[in-house]
């Protein structure tokens, strides 16, 4: 059943299901990092004249489902498309792990970024 927000604020996972190598996974949680890095001019004193921001990469980490008691817990070097959100485009996972709690269900968290080309 979808959640139906009655309101403007965004609510819940707007991305959640996700499909990881033909697998759908629950996302339990999604946290992007917009990262940036500042870079100073300075004049020939070396006094400060200005900075800006430049952009970085975005990056992600999460913690997913797993979808059956025989899906593959190892989804690192995997790839997963969002669509349809302020975080749009392919990310690449570069870690994960597993998790297991009495009564509970098998859940991955991962690490990864945003793919540029």
């Given at each position: 059943m979808a959640i139906t927000s009655d309101g403007t604020q965004a609510f819940g996972i707007e991305s959640s299901p996700i499909t990881i190598n033909a697998v759908t996974y629950v996302a339990e949680s999604l946290t992007f990092?917009?990262?940036?890095s500042r870079a100073d001019v300075n004049d020939s004193?070396?006094?400060?004249?200005g900075s800006t921001v430049?952009?970085?990469r975005i990056e992600v980490s999460g913690t997913i489902q797993l979808a059956t008691g025989t899906t593959a817990n190892d989804v690192r070097g995997l790839t997963f498309v969002l669509s349809g959100?302020?975080?749009?485009?392919?990310?690449l996972i570069v870690d994960c792990s597993?998790?297991?709690t009495?009564?509970?269900?098998v859940k991955v968290s991962?690490?990864?970024?945003?793919?540029?080309?």
């Open positions: 990092n917009f990262t940036g004193n070396g006094e400060p004249l430049i952009p970085g959100t302020r975080a749009d485009g392919t990310y597993e998790a297991q009495q009564g509970d269900y991962f690490n990864g970024y945003q793919k540029i080309n």
